[in-house]
């Protein structure tokens, strides 16, 4: 059976890449996850413009083919919903019932943003870049139609692996995916990488756009007491993919394999617990590690002891960001990066035999997929940005 994106909410499309499946570094475009707040654009690519305007020297507008004259960058990132995980919580809590799913890895490539800005030429007092899209809709608090719409400080903007996408894994968008351009923004989640660009606007003052003020928000403590605060980077979050919850294994050894990202940071390490977190040993990482982007890991966990088992895996950054055991409560339905247990049943009349020879069949079928990534031609020169390439 072919494997497919598991629909959530089929109107406007919600659809979740099928982890369990995961056989490669990059998720191919048909299995990545779809998060889409409103109806996909109908978008006539000879008519659709690009406005940077604001608070800039020079107002422009790009058609669809003069970015694509533009110099290209190619960036290898994970892209993750906020609030991926959110049926898992404890207490419910509106929005989308996302599973493990509204994840996904791909190879972006398109125009940085900043050349963009640059031409256009910022005025001293921009303070932020406001991103709308071509979608439209309402919310249940927002009965009035709305484009959607995000912002980011400039520095980010300008970042040089901040890039205005036209391609994904080597093929245009689709759009599903936000043709004919999307916001990529890596490292950072999903809702920050707006899809169907129509503007771009230079701005003096905060952004409190309803995707920025209203949704898409958690709260901290500081020094003065509570706080809201829009969300921004990933952070470290890993997830035990095989074997699943509620699977029964054999005594003997069980390969345990899940995935594990950082946002704008590489994983350092992952670290798996086979008894509900009272110790944890350090698992294997195979195939490419860099910035913005998930590793693949595996444990080859030695079973004798019949009956249920509780297995946790949690990931550390290279600066030392180590995943949470627990959810935050301030963080409401969004930043779901708890280590959530898996509970596998051992059957003493079965055996188990996994073999370390498994983990170098996937580094070297990760590392052949990855070596075809950099030959692969596209119709521009690729520069591989700061490690996140291949």
């Given amino acids: 059976m072919t494997e497919q994106r598991k629909v959530v909410v089929p109107s406007p499309e919600n659809s979740e890449t099928p982890l369990a499946d995961a056989q490669s570094w990059v998720t191919p475009n048909r299995l990545f996850f779809v998060r889409n707040h409103f109806d996909v654009p109908h978008i006539d690519v000879d008519d659709w413009r690009l406005t940077v305007a604001g608070c800039v020297r020079r107002e422009l507008s790009f058609d669809y083919e003069q970015l694509k004259a533009f ?3 190619s960036v290898f990132s994970t892209v993750e919903c906020a609030g991926n995980g959110r049926s898992f919580l404890a207490e419910k809590v509106a929005g989308v019932q996302w599973g493990a799913g509204a994840v996904g890895h791909a190879e972006w490539s398109g125009v940085p943003l900043k050349f963009l800005i640059q031409e256009a030429g910022l005025n001293d007092e921009t303070r ?3 991103f709308t899209a071509a979608d439209v809709g309402t919310e249940h608090d927002h009965p009035a139609p709305m484009h959607f719409a995000r912002s980011m400080p400039v520095d980010k903007a300008l970042h040089a692996d901040t890039l205005l996408a036209l391609r994904m894994n080597g093929e ?6 936000g043709f004919p351009v999307r916001l990529l923004v890596p490292g950072w989640y999903g ?9 771009i606007e230079a701005s003096a003052e905060a952004f409190h756009g309803y995707f920025q003020s209203v949704k898409y928000t958690v709260g901290r403590w500081t020094g003065r007491g509570h706080a809201d605060e829009s969300i921004g980077a990933m952070p470290v979050k890993s997830e035990i993919v095989r074997p699943r919850d509620g699977e029964s294994v054999g005594v003997g050894t069980t390969r345990i394999f899940g995935l594990a990202w950082a946002g704008e940071e590489a994983v350092e390490a992952v670290e798996v617990s086979t008894d509900g977190g009272e110790s944890w040993r350090r698992a294997e990482i195979v195939g490419p590690r860099a910035p913005y982007s998930w590793v693949a890991w595996e444990y080859l966990w030695e079973v004798v002891t019949p009956g249920d088992h509780r297995l946790l895996s949690r990931a550390i950054s290279e600066n030392g960001q180590v995943q949470p055991i627990r959810h935050d409560p301030l963080r409401g339905g969004y930043l779901i990066t708890f280590s959530r247990p ?9 055996r188990s035999h ?9 580094n070297q079928a990760m590392r052949d997929m990855a070596e075809e990534r950099s030959r692969f031609r596209l119709d521009v020169e690729m520069e591989f940005a700061h490690g996140a390439g291949i």
């Fill in 191 to 199: 809702v920050a990488s707006v899809k169907w660009l129509t503007r």
């Fill in 128 to 130: 932020e870049i406001v």
């Fill in 342 to 350: 898996t509970t596998v049943r051992v059957d003493p009349s079965r």
């Fill in 71 to 73: 110099p290209q960058r």
């Fill in 172 to 177: 245009p968008l689709d759009p599903l995916h």
């Fill in 354 to 362: 996994a073999l370390a020879g498994d983990a170098a069949a996937l």
